[in-house]
Nanobody, 125 residues
């Protein structure tokens, strides 16, 4: 059973930066899994932010975050980590950010199988 745990959310002023992390288990998770970040703002539908394969590569970004956000992955001490570096944050980036993984789909699709609990990101103007 794949388990995902996000961390790194918080409050920041517009123009600031935050880095989200997601620890995935089990550590032997198939490197062909696609992992991604999604977000949901109050009153809005969930949207894809960025995805990447667990082995790296095939990176997707939503148009709204291109040039500002960077997704990356790392295997450290037997644990797979997914990161989202968010720069030049805007108030419209305020949302709950979720880490997700799926063995068969990737990119802009929203029907990933495994989801974390989410972490709140709040950007004030």
């Amino acid at each position: 059973q794949v388990q995902l745990a996000e961390s790194g959310g918080g409050s920041v002023q517009a123009g600031g930066s935050l880095r989200l992390s997601c620890a995935a288990s089990p550590s032997y998770m198939d490197r062909t899994y696609c992992m991604g970040w999604f977000r949901q703002a109050p009153g809005k539908e969930r949207e894809g932010v960025a995805t990447i394969y667990a082995a790296g590569g095939n990176i997707y970004y939503a148009d709204s975050v291109k040039g500002r956000f960077t997704v990356s992955q790392d295997h450290t001490k037997g644990t797979l980590y997914l990161y989202l570096q968010m720069n030049s944050l805007k108030p419209e980036d305020t949302a709950i950010y979720y880490c997700a993984a799926d063995r068969w789909i990737c990119g802009s699709r929203l029907d990933f199988t495994h989801w974390g609990q989410g972490t709140q990101v709040t950007v004030s103007s």
